[in-house]
């Protein structure tokens, strides 16, 4: 018992130690990138507005998301902050109860986001129906509106400045969900061909910001995908889980025995978080939670 609860304790002091030190280093990243951003101000006038929007917030500075931008993650994630109702959300994948095509359940017995067996709670009946590998899986923002358009621009446009706009996002949740004892953070990779094309991993930039931030460990080589699959914005949730299904492998020696966040872009079916969470699971990860900067409803 003794051993638990020590065990426990390191784990919280670990923990504690990591969000002081993540939210230092976080003064330091924004002092930076402000001077940064300042300077642009001066030589670029049209660089200086939201990296989101192109709006001009003076009271926040150059090179950071404006008020309204932030808003609109707050008003569409959090209702209630603005005298709105909540909206129930699913324990596991995050996404609305009650979506179209989708209602909530009761889940009997079950095993709840945080692991605790034999629990009555209410998820989505796309959980219920197809439990997800990975514990619980949560999306920063809507993938609507601004963030929307901004993790395309990311993606599909080398707008890799965008990765730590995103970030920011990403920071508080990943600490606001207990998720800073993992041991580590692992980007969902791309086909080598397409990382290739890109010129980067968009899902590994956002984890090297969330590492840098909190102190965590980063596996960009824990995992890799097995095959490139088709793109998947035109297909349906039982296309997209066929399709992933065996997309990725993992390596036993960098998973085994440890709690890892799956670092990601967007969450829309979760076939693609599904798909890699077995994969480390199968190599002998322990938990697997899952952070993307967005998630559709």
Excluded at 2 to 26: E, V
Excluded at 204 to 210: G, K, Q, T
Excluded at 257 to 285: E, H, P, Y
Aim: glycine share 12%.
């Amino acid at each position: 018992m003794s051993d638990g609860n020590g065990a426990a304790s390191r784990g919280g002091g670990a923990a504690g130690l990591r969000a002081a030190t993540g939210a230092a280093l976080d003064t330091v990243h924004r002092g930076f990138r402000g001077a940064v951003a300042g300077v642009l101000r001066l030589l670029f006038p049209s660089a200086a507005g939201c990296p989101l929007c192109g709006r001009d917030d003076p009271d926040l500075g150059p090179g950071l998301p404006c008020r309204a931008c932030r808003a609109f993650v707050v008003a569409a994630w959090e209702p209630e902050a603005f005298g709105g109702r909540p909206v129930p959300r699913c324990p596991v994948c995050g996404r609305a109860l009650d979506r179209p095509g989708v209602h909530g359940v009761r889940a009997e017995g079950a095993t709840s986001a945080w692991g605790v067996a034999g629990t009555s709670f209410p998820i989505c009946s796309d959980c219920r129906d197809a439990r997800p590998p990975f514990v619980a899986a949560r999306g920063a923002a809507p993938y609507e509106g601004p963030i929307r358009a901004a993790i395309r621009r990311l993606k599909y446009s080398g707008e890799s400045y965008l990765a730590p706009v995103l970030a920011d996002f990403m920071a508080p949740v990943l600490a606001k969900e207990g998720w800073l004892v993992a041991d580590a953070l692992v980007p969902v990779p791309l086909h080598p061909r397409k990382a290739v094309r890109r010129g980067y991993n968009q899902a590994e930039l956002l984890a090297r910001e969330l590492g840098r931030r909190y102190a965590l460990p980063v596996l960009p080589a824990a995992l890799t995908r097995t095959r490139e699959t088709p793109p998947q914005a035109r297909q349906g949730r039982h296309e997209r889980l066929v399709s992933m299904t065996g997309a990725f492998a993992a390596a036993p020696a960098a998973c085994a025995g440890k709690t890892l966040v799956l670092i990601d872009d967007v969450f829309t079916t979760g076939s693609t978080a599904a798909s890699a969470a077995q994969a480390l699971l199968t190599a002998g990860a322990k938990r697997v939670f899952v952070l993307t900067a967005a998630a559709g409803n």
